[in-house]
């Protein structure tokens, strides 16, 4: 167990439509990052919060958005839903400074 | 950005073998991680090894941080080694962007 707790695990939604995606990061950790792992892409970077702002940005589209709020948790929430969106969503969180990063179990999303 | 090149993409191997998996970098990396995607997608950490060796079980991986490689030793592999080996950096630029960037990954059978 990294510690690190993302819900759903799974999430079966239809095209067009919206998702929000919860994330735990482990106890004391301030950043969370958001990868995409889809089959031809990879894991791709999307984005990062630290202690509630956000500090980078990857190759996220703008039909998604983050956010972490007070109690550190996260939310990625992602609209307008296309068959291409259907991937693997990881959330990782890691200390500061950084170090080694913790990856949640991940939450598989497909569109139909 | 970074690239991260894993060698060899695929690797078929026979119960007990040994095997060595490589990961090069573009550039001077920080951060560098080793982890196990099983086969139900979960991102296991093996390793966090900027630099050195380190040893767990029958799992050992040395980064040379100067030549910008890093390795990946199983010895004595068993079927539940099976799954795809990532390896992982962060950019050493110094500033706020902690993503990791992931190589494409080296797929292991391991045969009974």
């Known amino acids: 167990d990294s510690g690190v707790t993302q819900t759903p695990k799974h999430l079966i939604t239809a095209t067009g439509q919206r998702v929000t995606l919860r994330c735990s990061p482990r106890?004391?950790?301030?950043?969370v990052y958001w990868y995409q792992q889809s089959l031809d892409q990879g894991l791709q970077f999307l984005i990062q919060?630290?202690?509630?702002?956000?500090?980078a940005k990857g190759n996220i589209l703008e039909r998604f958005s983050a956010q972490q709020f007070p109690d550190l948790h996260s939310e990625l929430n992602l609209s307008s839903l296309e068959l291409g969106d259907s991937a693997l969503y990881f959330c990782?969180?890691?200390?500061?400074?950084?170090?080694?990063?913790?990856f949640g179990q991940g939450t598989r999303l497909t569109v139909v | 950005g970074i690239q991260v090149e894993q060698s060899p993409p695929d690797l078929i191997l026979q119960e007990g073998a040994n095997s060595t998996l490589r990961c090069n970098f573009s550039?001077?990396?920080?951060?560098l991680q080793w982890f196990h995607q099983n086969p139900w997608g979960q991102l296991i950490n093996l390793f966090y090894?900027?630099?050195g060796t380190k040893q767990n079980g029958r799992l050992s991986a040395t980064t040379v941080a100067t030549e910008r490689y890093s390795l990946l030793y199983i010895s004595s592999s068993q079927t539940t080694d099976s799954g795809v080996y990532f390896c992982?950096?962060?950019?050493?630029?110094?500033?706020?962007?902690?993503?990791?960037?992931f190589g494409k990954g080296t797929l292991l059978t391991v045969n009974p």
């Open positions: 990782a969180s890691s200390p500061t400074p950084p170090t080694e990063a913790f």
């Open positions: 106890s004391g950790d301030l950043s």
């Open positions: 919060y630290y202690n509630g702002e956000e500090r």
């Open positions: 550039d001077s990396v920080n951060n």
């Open positions: 090894i900027p630099s």
């Open positions: 992982a950096g962060r950019e050493n630029s110094g500033g706020s962007n902690y993503k990791l960037t």
